[in-house]
């Protein structure tokens, strides 16, 4: 089953960022983008060269008005303690949600039950808390950030532009393409 539009329950994680500890809940990204990435367990192999490649461009993701979210099935206090002992890890600072309950993982339909880890997944998240991107990778498989930001421009270049869509490879400021009738005829 497509989760395309599908609405993020109501949830309520702690998380850790800025050298400490908040709740983070859906309150808190209605009204702007989110990027929830979804990655197995802390000291890990994969997963610090993903959130590093995040780190490396949050920046970006900032200026576009989207907050990364990072999350794994380990606490909080798990989340620290990699933070504290990584070199990698120790560079991130956007928040790292903890979700030992499994909530989330199981809303955006990542969990491994058998493992209690999520699967690698990310998911762009609107501002009305819908989400419009998605992508779930085998374990093994890192993902690119630089290829996370292009996608989340275009769905907001599409929410901006109803009437027009991106075609593979689009950039911003590149060529869109407005479908008409006469092309959904030849389809």
Same mark, same amino acid.
């Given at each position: ?5 599908k609405?993020?329950?109501? &949830? ?6 800025d050298?400490? *500890? ?14 929830? *990435? ?14 590093? +490649? ?6 970006? &993701?900032?200026? $576009? ?18 933070? +504290?002992?990584s070199?990698r ?15 989330? $993982?199981?809303?955006f +339909? ?12 990310? &998911? ?31 769905a907001? *270049? ?9 075609? $593979? ?16 005829? $030849?389809?």
């Amino acid at each position: 089953m497509s989760m395309i539009n599908k609405e993020v329950s109501d &949830f309520s994680v702690q998380a850790y960022v800025d050298g400490g *500890f908040r709740t983070v809940t859906k309150k808190d990204i209605l009204g702007s983008w989110s990027l929830f *990435f979804f990655y197995p367990a802390d000291f890990t192999f994969v997963c610090p060269t993903e959130l590093e +490649d995040l780190q490396n461009r949050y920046e970006d &993701f900032k200026k $576009a008005g989207c907050e990364i979210y990072s999350v794994s099935c380990d606490s909080h206090f798990v989340h620290k303690a990699w933070h +504290d002992h990584s070199d990698r890890i120790g560079k991130v600072t956007y928040p790292m949600l903890a979700d030992p309950t499994h909530a989330l $993982a199981k809303d955006f +339909d990542v969990l491994i039950e058998a493992d209690g880890m999520a699967e690698r997944g990310s &998911f762009l998240v609107n501002p009305e808390g819908k989400i419009v991107v998605y992508e779930v990778n085998a374990g093994g498989i890192g993902r690119n950030a630089d290829e996370l930001l292009r996608r989340l421009q275009a769905a907001q *270049f599409v929410a901006e532009h109803g009437d027009q869509v991106c075609p $593979a490879k689009w950039q911003p400021g590149a060529k869109t393409l407005k479908p008409t009738l006469d092309l959904v005829g $030849a389809l």
